[in-house]
C-alpha cells in the first residue's frame, strides 16, 4: 500500500504542477457560475443544460490528463526505473487512474458549490445536486478509463487525435446524430455522460421519472469501466514476461461475464418499453382515421388506491341517463388488468379490444344506469415524439401524473388514445388531444368524486374541492370540468387568489404571479356589466415541463377546458429602451380574461381551432380585449404591442403599426389615419376579412365610439351563448354592426 501510495503522488505531482491542468477548475467553475445565474434560470434544467456543454468540455481535459499520464509512463527515459519497482501493473495503473479520478472530482465539487449558491431554496435541493454529483463521477470514471486504454493500445501520436474523436463521438456525435435522429433511446448508456443537450425533464419529477433506468445504468456503467480498465492492465502486462499467463485471462473473462450481466436489467427495462411502444403503434395504425364517439356521464364515483410505489387498483362507478342506440362500451387505458364488470348491478360478460370495452348482452333501464369496472395495473407511459422521450402518463415512486385524456379511468362511448403521424424518418404516436384538439371541444361539464387511499404526498389537479378524510384517505369533487387530472409535484404550491381564480406553482412563481394579479381586481366585474359571462372557476397551473409530458405548448393550452396550463421554462420577454421586461404572467392574465369570458370554449378561440365550425371568434375575442384595455386599463396605443403576443397577433400589429414601429414612410399620420390605411391594406392582399373586425373596432374606439362598440359585442356574445355551435359569419359581422353603431363599412370594400 506504501508503494501504491507514493506512485499516487507521483501521478498528482504530474498533473498539479501543469498549469492547463490548474487553471481548468477555475475556468469551469467562472463559467458554471454565470450560467446557473443567467435571469432565465429553471431548476434542474438550467444545471442539466450547462452539464450537457460544460461538463462535456471537461471530458476532453480528462482524456488529455489520461493520454499524457499513460505516454509519460511509456516514453520518459527518466522513468524507466518505475519498471523496476515490485508491483503489480494493477497497482501502477490503479494509481494513475485514481490519481485523475481525484483530479476529475474537483470539477464536480465546484459545480455542486456553483449549483447551491445560484439555486433557489426548494424541497430536493441536496438530492438533485448530490444526483448530478453522482452522475458525473460515473463518467469522470468511464472517460479516465478509455482513455488510459487508447493511450495503451495506441503508442503513435494519433492517440490524440483518436481520443478526440471518440470525445466528440461519445457526446455530442451519438445524441445529435444517432440517439435523438433515430430515437434511439437505448443507447443513452452509452454516452459518455448522459448530459444531454435536448433535455426536458423537469424539477419535482426530474429524480423519481428517472431513478430505476438511472441507477442500473451507473451499475452497468461502472462495471463496463471495470472491464476497459481490465482490458488496459492486460495489454500492458502482455508486453513483460510473466510466469503465470492464464490469470489475467480469468480475470478479462470474469470481468466480462460480470459486466454482461449489469447490462441485463438495463437491457430488460428497454425490451419493455420497446415492445409496449410496438403494441400500441400496431394498434394505432388500425385506427389512423377514427372518430369520437363519447356519451355525456351524470357522475363518476372513483375509489383509488396506491398499492405501494407504482400501481393503482381503483373501482369506478359510472351514472348515466344518455339513450345509446348502439352496442355499449367504454375506453380505458389499455394496459389495466380488468377483473369485474357490472351493469345495474348484475355481472355481465365484456370483450375487450385493446383500448374499448364493450359490454355483452346488457340490459339497459329506461331512466338511469350504471357501470361498476374493477381494474388495476401499473402506468408507466414511456413513448417518443419528434426526437424525444415524454412520458403521457406514469404512477411512479410515488410521483403521478395521470391526465384525463389517457384513460385512467373508463370514459363512455369509444376514444381512441393514440394516432400515428407518418413523419419523414420515422412514425410519431401521438394523442389524440395533440393532434385533433378540435375533436376534444363537444364533452358537457361532468360531476367526480374521488376518493383516493394510500397516497403520502399532497394531489394537485383539475378539481375544486379538495377534503382530507382522514390520515389514509383524500377525496377529491369536481363539477366543473370534462375530464379529471390528477398529479403530484413535491415543489408545486397550490394558493386561492380569489373566488374565481386558483395557480397551482412553484412559490416564487405564485409570488410574481400575484403581484401582476392586483391589477385586474376588479376588471371582471367591469366585464360583467356589459357581457353576459357565464359561471365559471378556472385554474392556473404553472408545470415544470410540458413537453415532458408530451403536450405540444401552444400559445395557450387548457386541460379539461376549466385550466390553464403554461411551462414556466417558457417566459414571454419584451425589450423596450434597453429593458428587459418578463410579461409571462401579464399574458396569463390575459389568457384568464379570455377563459373568464368564453368559459370552456376559450382554447379553441385562443389558439384559432375553431377556423372549420367558427373562424370569427378568435378576432371576437380580439376585439374584445382591445376594449377592456383600452376602457379599463386605458392603455395607449404604443402600449399593445407589450401586451399582446403569440395568438393575438392581429392586436400586435395593430399595436404595432400604431407604435411607429413600422410605418412605411407614411410620414406623421394621425391613428384614424393608420387604421384607414390598415383597414385599405387588408382589403387589397388579406384572403379573408376576419383582421379588419379588429381595425373596425379600433376606429370606432379611437373615434370615440366605445360604448357602442361595447354594445355591438355584447349582442354577439348573447347570440354565441345561444348554442356552443352557434355559426356567426362576416355577413352578420357587418349587418349587427350597421345596426348597432349605426352606419356602414367605414372604408372603402375594393
Not at 445560484?118 to 482513455?147: E, N
Not at 451507473?218 to 480498465?229: A, C, E, I, R, Y
Not at 376518493?451 to 374541492?465: A, C, P, R, V, Y
Not at 397551473?541 to 379539461?560: A, C, E, K
Request: aromatic residues 16%; hydrophobic residues 40%; charged residues 20%.
Amino acid at each position: 500500500m506504501h508503494k501504491w501510495w507514493k506512485q499516487f503522488q507521483l501521478e498528482n505531482k504530474f498533473i498539479f504542477k501543469n498549469w492547463f491542468f490548474l487553471i481548468s477548475p477555475i475556468l469551469y467553475f467562472i463559467v458554471a457560475y454565470i450560467w446557473l445565474s443567467n435571469e432565465n434560470y429553471t431548476v434542474y434544467h438550467t444545471p442539466t443544460e450547462f452539464l450537457s456543454v460544460g461538463h462535456t468540455m471537461s471530458l476532453g481535459v480528462i482524456f488529455l490528463a489520461c493520454v499524457l499520464a499513460v505516454r509519460r509512463d511509456r516514453h520518459t527515459r527518466l522513468l524507466e526505473w518505475t519498471d523496476t519497482l515490485s508491483f503489480m501493473y494493477v497497482s501502477k495503473q490503479s494509481a494513475i487512474f485514481f490519481s485523475i479520478f481525484f483530479y476529475s472530482l474537483i470539477y464536480t465539487v465546484l459545480f455542486f458549490i456553483a449549483f447551491l449558491m445560484t439555486s433557489p431554496i426548494y424541497t430536493g435541493l441536496w438530492t438533485i445536486g448530490v444526483s448530478f454529483s453522482i452522475q458525473s463521477q460515473v463518467s469522470y470514471a468511464v472517460t479516465i478509463a478509455l482513455g488510459m486504454l487508447l493511450a495503451t493500445a495506441i503508442p503513435n501520436r494519433i492517440v490524440y487525435i483518436i481520443t478526440f474523436c471518440a470525445w466528440m463521438f461519445g457526446t455530442f456525435f451519438i445524441e445529435i446524430f444517432i440517439i435523438n435522429r433515430f430515437n434511439l433511446f437505448y443507447l443513452k448508456t452509452f454516452h459518455l455522460n448522459q448530459f444531454f443537450i435536448d433535455n426536458s425533464t423537469p424539477i419535482g419529477w426530474a429524480r423519481n421519472l428517472v431513478e430505476t433506468e438511472l441507477i442500473i445504468s451507473q451499475l452497468f456503467v461502472l462495471m463496463f469501466t471495470l472491464l476497459l480498465f481490465t482490458i488496459t492492465v492486460m495489454i500492458q502486462m502482455s508486453r513483460r514476461h510473466f510466469s503465470n499467463k492464464i490469470l489475467p485471462v480469468i480475470s478479462l473473462v470474469i470481468v466480462g461475464i460480470i459486466t454482461c450481466v449489469s447490462f441485463f436489467p438495463y437491457g430488460s427495462l428497454w425490451k419493455d418499453r420497446l415492445e409496449k411502444k410496438a403494441t400500441i403503434l400496431e394498434e394505432s395504425l388500425k385506427n389512423e382515421e377514427y372518430t369520437i364517439t363519447t356519451y355525456p356521464v351524470d357522475h363518476y364515483l372513483l375509489d383509488v388506491e396506491l398499492v405501494g410505489k407504482k400501481e393503482l387498483k381503483v373501482e369506478a362507478t359510472l351514472t348515466f341517463s344518455t339513450t345509446i342506440s348502439e352496442a355499449l362500451s367504454f375506453t380505458l387505458y389499455p394496459f389495466f388488468t380488468i377483473e369485474n364488470v357490472e351493469l345495474n348491478g348484475e355481472k355481465v360478460e365484456y370483450e375487450k379490444d385493446f383500448h374499448l370495452i364493450t359490454i355483452k348482452n346488457g340490459i339497459l333501464q329506461s331512466d338511469e344506469n350504471t357501470i361498476h369496472v374493477q381494474y388495476s395495473g401499473k402506468i408507466d407511459e414511456w413513448n417518443t415524439q419528434y426526437g424525444q422521450e415524454v412520458h403521457y402518463a406514469f404512477v411512479k415512486n410515488e410521483e403521478i401524473f395521470l391526465p384525463s385524456y389517457i384513460g385512467w379511468y373508463p370514459i363512455l362511448g369509444d376514444k381512441p388514445l393514440y394516432s400515428v403521424v407518418n413523419n419523414i424518418d420515422y412514425p410519431v404516436l401521438l394523442l389524440p388531444r395533440e393532434y385533433h384538439p378540435k375533436q376534444m371541444y363537444h364533452s358537457t361539464n361532468q360531476n367526480f368524486t374521488l376518493n383516493l387511499h394510500g397516497f403520502s404526498k399532497d394531489i394537485l389537479g383539475t378539481f375544486e374541492e379538495k377534503h382530507r378524510v382522514n390520515d389514509d384517505t383524500t377525496q377529491l369533487v369536481s363539477t366543473n370540468s370534462t375530464g379529471m387530472t390528477i398529479f403530484t409535484n413535491t415543489n408545486l404550491t397550490e394558493k386561492e387568489l380569489d373566488d374565481s381564480l386558483t395557480i397551482i406553482a412553484l412559490p416564487w412563481e405564485i409570488e410574481g404571479f400575484e403581484n401582476s394579479y392586483e391589477q385586474m381586481k376588479g376588471v371582471k366585474h367591469y366585464i360583467e356589466d356589459w357581457l353576459p359571462v357565464p359561471p365559471n372557476k378556472s385554474k392556473i397551473i404553472l408545470m415544470p415541463s410540458l413537453r415532458n409530458v408530451g403536450i405540444t405548448y401552444y400559445d395557450t393550452v387548457m386541460l379539461d377546458n376549466n385550466t390553464i396550463l403554461h411551462d414556466y421554462s417558457y417566459r414571454t420577454i419584451s425589450f423596450q429602451n434597453n429593458e428587459r421586461t418578463d410579461l409571462t404572467y401579464q399574458q396569463l392574465i390575459t389568457q384568464n380574461i379570455g377563459h373568464f369570458i368564453y368559459g370552456k370554449n376559450f382554447e379553441q378561440i385562443a389558439n384559432h381551432y375553431s377556423w372549420v365550425e367558427n373562424p370569427l371568434l378568435p378576432y371576437i375575442y380580439q376585439s374584445t380585449l382591445l376594449v377592456i384595455y383600452k376602457d379599463y386599463y386605458e392603455y395607449a396605443w404604443t402600449e399593445l404591442p407589450d401586451i399582446y403576443n403569440g395568438n393575438l397577433s392581429t392586436l400586435y400589429s395593430l399595436g404595432s403599426y400604431l407604435g411607429n414601429w413600422w410605418d412605411y414612410n407614411q410620414g406623421n399620420l394621425t391613428i384614424e389615419e393608420k387604421i384607414y390605411s390598415l383597414l385599405n391594406e387588408e382589403v387589397q392582399f388579406s384572403d379573408n376579412n376576419y383582421d379588419k373586425i379588429v381595425y373596425m373596432v379600433a376606429l370606432a374606439i379611437e373615434n370615440g365610439q366605445i360604448d357602442q362598440v361595447k354594445e355591438l359585442l355584447r349582442t354577439i356574445h348573447l347570440k354565441l351563448a345561444q348554442s356552443d355551435s352557434y355559426h356567426y359569419t362576416y355577413e352578420q359581422w357587418l349587418q349587427d354592426w350597421n345596426e348597432v353603431i349605426g352606419e356602414v363599412e367605414p372604408f372603402d370594400n375594393r
